[in-house]
C-alpha cells in the first residue's frame, strides 16, 4: 500500500506566473483534499474533489482551481502568483467524503516560495 | 463561525510531567473534532479523534460540549511526544478546520 505523494517537493516562482502541483492520493482512497500553511500557521482547506468533481471549497479566489483524474491524482493550479501564496500546500487523501473511517492521509506538501 | 483556538503556541515540560495541550472550539452543532501530530521531518499524521474513544501513546482527550474544548492530555510526557500537535474540527462539511497549533517540547 503507498502513501500519498507529492510533487514537487520545493518550488519556486515569480510573483504572476502560474504554478501547477501533483498529488497521487493513497491506493484505494478517492478522495482529495487541498490545504495551505503558511508560516506558523495551521492547514487551510482549499478545496476537496471526490470522483473527479468538487466538493467544497474554502475562502480561496477563482485563481486556485484543481483537477482530480480517474486515478484519483490531483493537480492544484494557481494562477497570477501572489507574494502571499508562499505557504506549503498539502494534499490529504480519504476512502469516501468525510471521516468515517481512518480519516485523512496528508502527503509531505510542497512548499512554494514566490518572489 | 467554525474556530478552533490553541492558545499556546510552545509548552515545554520535563519528561515524566503531565502534558495538557489546550483546545477550544467554536461550532454551534455536533462537531467532530480530531488531533492531528506532526514529528519533526515527517507528515501530518491522526493522533486520535473523540468519536473513537481511544487512547493512542498514551495520549487521551475528551470533548466537553460545555466547554467547547477538547484538550490533549498525557500523564507522563516522553522525550519522544516532542512534535507539533494540531487540533482540527469538522462541522456539517468534509473539511477540517485546523488550529494554529502548539509546539510540545519535552526534555530529559
Known amino acids: 500500500e503507498t502513501g500519498v505523494t507529492q510533487s514537487p517537493t520545493h518550488l519556486i516562482k515569480t510573483r504572476g506566473q502560474q504554478v501547477t502541483l501533483r498529488c497521487s492520493s493513497q491506493s484505494g482512497h478517492n478522495t482529495v483534499s487541498w490545504y495551505q500553511q503558511a508560516l506558523g500557521q495551521g492547514p487551510q482547506f482549499i478545496f476537496q474533489y471526490y470522483r473527479e468533481e468538487e466538493n467544497g471549497r474554502g475562502n480561496f479566489p477563482p485563481r486556485f482551481s484543481g483537477l482530480q483524474f480517474p486515478n484519483y491524482s490531483s493537480e492544484l493550479n494557481v494562477n497570477a502568483l501572489e507574494l502571499d501564496d508562499s505557504a506549503l500546500y498539502l494534499c490529504?487523501?480519504?476512502?469516501?467524503?468525510?471521516?468515517?473511517?481512518?480519516?485523512?492521509?496528508f502527503g509531505s506538501g510542497t512548499r512554494l516560495t514566490v518572489v | 463561525a467554525q474556530r478552533v483556538t490553541q492558545p499556546e503556541k510552545l509548552l515545554s515540560v520535563f519528561k515524566g510531567a503531565p502534558v495538557e495541550l489546550k483546545c477550544n472550539y467554536s461550532y454551534s452543532g455536533s462537531p467532530e473534532l480530531f488531533w492531528y501530530v506532526q514529528y519533526s521531518r515527517q507528515r501530518l499524521q491522526l493522533l486520535l479523534r473523540?468519536?473513537s474513544r481511544e487512547s493512542i501513546k498514551g495520549f487521551t482527550a475528551d470533548l466537553n460540549k460545555g466547554e467547547t474544548s477538547f484538550h490533549l492530555k498525557k500523564p507522563f510526557a516522553q522525550e519522544e511526544d516532542s512534535a507539533m500537535y494540531y487540533c482540527?474540527?469538522?462541522?456539517?462539511?468534509?473539511?477540517?478546520?485546523f488550529g494554529t497549533g502548539t509546539r510540545l517540547q519535552v526534555f530529559p
Open positions: 482540527a474540527l469538522s462541522g456539517d462539511t468534509d473539511k477540517l478546520i
Open positions: 490529504a487523501s480519504s476512502l469516501n467524503r468525510g471521516f468515517f473511517d481512518s480519516g485523512y492521509t
Open positions: 473523540h468519536i
